[in-house]
C-alpha cells in the first residue's frame, strides 16, 4: 500500500530546491504496467540486469535520487526497455531503503517531484537521462478544485462502502486530506486505472485538469466497484442456498434412515433398479443398453434434468413385456362356439380366424395375419376384432387412428425433446402386457398427413411381417418384436388408404345386412343387450319380429344395424318409465304400437310399378350403405348428326 509523505518530518534538502529548473543527469529505472506519483511511498522489486545497475549506480551518489519513467504499453515486453519505449514524463523518486535478496534488490523509494526527460545521456550498462524537474500544479478556479475535490471524497465514501476490508488508517488519510494534488496523486496510486490513465494524471498541467481526471476515473471504479460486491452478493446468495439445501438434504436421509424409509436415497433408487433389470429375461442388445443408461443416472444428483429423464426411460424399458406372451386358446370348436355367440352369419370371416388358430396350433412359431375389416359404419367391425381376442384368449387393445396427423404419434418422440414420450403402438403393447395383443388400429381410413410427416408411411413398417420384428420406437431407441401382434384394420371404405399400405393387408369386406340379418342379430344380440342396459328383464318387455322387421325398414336406412339399435333402445326406456311409474304387466311391442313410441315412419321405400308407362324401365341403385329401386326414362331427340338420348331418373 503506497504511503504519502508526511512534510511535517524534517528531511534531507528537497530536489526541488537543489536543482530548481536547472536540468540535471539522473539514472532512469523503466516501470513495467506502473506509475510512480510524487508524495507516495512504495515499494519496488528490481530483477533485471540494467534496472539493477540504474539502482546501484542512485544509491553510489549522495541524494540517492534515481528518475522512474513508465513503460508505454504498446512497448512492454520481457526484455530491457529502450529509450524510445519510455514515456517523456516521470517521477523523481529518492530510494530509503534497499535489501538484496539473491539477485533481486527490495526498494523503498518515495516520489518527490514530476520530470521530464530532455536527452538521453547513456543506454548501457543502464539508461541515464537529462532531465528538468517541472514546476508544481498552479490551481485556475479555487472553487471549481474544491467543489471536485469534495465529489472525490464522496466516490471515496461509496466506495469504502463495498470495501470493509480496508484499513482504518487508509480511510482517514484519503478522507481527511486537504491537498487536493497528494489526494489525486494517492487514489492513483491505489487504483487499478493502467499506465495510459496514470500517465495522465502524472502529465496533467494544473490542479483544475488533475481533479477532473482523478473525478472521471474513480466513477468508473466506484460502479465497477459496485457491480462486483453485487454480483459477488448475488453468488454467495445462491452458494449459501445451495449449501442449505444441501445440509437439509442430508438431515432428511438421516431422519428416512432413522425412520427406516428410502434408505439410500438415489442410491437405492438405483439399486432397486439394477434388481428390477437382473430378474427380467431381457434380449442382449436391451439389457446392455439399459445398464449404460443405468451407469449413467447414478454418476447424476437426483436433481439433475437428465437423471428423471433417465429414470422414466429406464422404467419404461422395464415395464415392456420383451418376451412375456399369452397362452393362446387353440381348442377350435371352443372359439367357433365363441365367435358364432358373439356374432350371426360372417361365416368367411370366422373362417379366416379358425385358419389361423389351426396354423399357431401345427406351426406356434407362425407369424400374425395383417388383417383389414372394411364396410360402413355400424357392421360390426370392431366388435368383430373384440370377438376375435376374446375367442384367441388374447388382450385386446384399441387404437383410433381418424385424425392422427402426426407420425411421432406412431414412432414417438426422440429423447432431446422436452416433454417426449413413446409412440401409441409401443404404449398400448406396455398397457397389455404381452407382447401378443390383438390390436385394433380403427378408422385406419381417416389418416392424415402434414408438415409433421405421414403417419400411413410409418405404418408400412408396422404392418409389414417381414419388417415389424424389428420395430424401432423413436423414444425406445431399441428394436422390438411386432410380429407376435394380431393387427386388425377397421376401414369404411379402401379408396383414402394408400396401395402400399393397402398391400400390406388381407382385405376382408363386411357388406350390408338384409331385413333378415337385421332380424336375427336384433332377437339375438341388439333387443336383449337394450333390455338389460335399461334396467328391464325379458319378463317385462317383448319386442316381436313384425316390430323389429317395422323399425328397420320405415325408421333407419343403413347398410348397419346402429341404428336400429338406438331405436330399440328408445322403445326400451319409454317402456322403463312405465314399469318405474307403477306399471306392473309384461308389455308387448308390436308393429301396430311402434308408432306410439317412435312416431311416424321416416323412410318410405320405393316400390317397383306393376304397369311401367312407355320408355320407363327400372333399376337398382346399390352403395355401400345398402340400395334402392330407380325408374328410369330415356327421350330419342334428334341432333344435329343423328339422335340424342337423354336419361331422366
Known sequence: MPETKDKSQPSEQEPSQKFGATPFEIPVLPLQKTTLFPETMVPLAVGRAASVAAVEAALASEEKLIACVSVRPDKSSDEDAKSDDLFEVGTLVMIKRMERVEETLHLIVQGTDRVRVLAWQQTEPFLKARVQILPDLQTTNKEEVEAAKRNVQGLIQQALAYLPQVPPEVRLVVLGADDPVRLAYFLGSILSLGVDKEQQMLEADTVDDLMHLAHDFLAREVEIIRLRSKIASEAQTEMDKAQRDYVLRQQMKAIQKELGEGEGGEAAEAEQLRERLAKLDLPDDVRKEAERELTRMEKLPAMAPDYHVIRTYLDFILELPWKKSSEDRLDLNEAQKVLDEDHYDIADVKERILEFLAVIKLRPDAKSPILCFVGA??????????????????????????????EAELRGHRRTYVGAMPGRIIQSIRRAGVNNPVMMLDEIDKLGADYRGDPAAALLEILDPEQNNTFTDHYLDLPFDLSKVFF???????????????????????AGYSDREKLQIAKRYLAPRQVRENGLTPEQLEITDDAINLISGRYTREAGVRQLERNIGRVARKLALKIAQGHTEKITVDADAISDYLGGPKFYPEEARKELPAGVATGMAVTEMGGEILFIEASLLPGGRGFTITVQL
Open 488 to 510: 386388425i384394420a377397421t376401414a369404411n371404405q379402401l379408396g383414402p388408404i394408400p396401395p402400399p399400405l393397402r398391400d400390406r393387408m388381407e382385405v376382408i369386406q363386411l
Open 377 to 406: 359404419p355400424g357392421v360390426g367391425k370392431t366388435s368383430l376384432g373384440r370377438s376375435i381376442s376374446r375367442a384367441m384368449s388374447r388382450h385386446f387393445e384399441r387404437l383410433s387412428l381418424g385424425g392422427i396427423r402426426d
